[in-house]
């Protein structure tokens, strides 16, 4: 019989339906019994593990980029290379890896903001102390889009533009 899933998993592993039916809930409307699907996924083959890698920011002046990254957060430079015949540097800050590199050859990149959107709409650095990570970074000149505030009991965050309007959340955690 052809599942709605389809008749394999590939490397994902076997999938275990269970299906429950519990009498007691009706419709009110027609009284007919609903149906509860609980799905439990048993994966019976090694699934593989995922973990961060890296972020690639694509920037219209790099090398600017690169002097905000290593001057405005302490980024260091692991690595410098042309990628797609544009400069890209490779960045460690504090073991979070990210790349920025140039347009290449060919492509032509579109604008982004600093205004919400879909898809990446920003990325957060973790800061122990928020009011001094703020005074550090007005002291260099970074632009706030969202001044710092205690969003919940513990958490303070706020947002600076970067380079090419990208928005960078800071966030200071007490939980």
Request: proline share 5%.
């Amino acid at each position: 019989m052809q599942q709605p899933w389809g008749d394999h998993l590939g490397k994902a592993g076997a999938l275990q339906v269970v299906r429950s039916v519990d009498p007691s809930h009706t419709d009110s409307y027609n009284g007919r019994i609903q149906e509860l699907s609980h799905f439990r996924y048993n994966l019976e083959k090694n699934m593989a593990t995922y973990g961060y890698d890296h972020i690639h920011f694509r920037s219209e002046d790099p090398h600017a980029a690169r002097t905000y990254w290593e001057n405005t957060f302490g980024a260091t430079v692991v690595q410098e290379r042309e990628l797609g015949g544009a400069p890209s540097f490779t960045f460690d800050l504090n073991g979070m890896r990210f790349l920025v590199s140039g347009r290449a050859k060919g492509e032509n990149p579109v604008k982004s903001g600093s205004d919400p959107r879909y898809g990446l709409d920003h990325f957060g650095l973790l800061v122990d102390d928020m009011d001094s990570a703020a005074a550090d970074l007005r002291a260099k000149g970074v632009e706030f889009i969202c001044e710092p505030w205690e969003i919940r009991p513990g958490v303070k965050i706020a947002f600076v533009k970067g380079p090419d309007d990208i928005s960078i959340e800071l966030a200071q955690r007490n939980e």
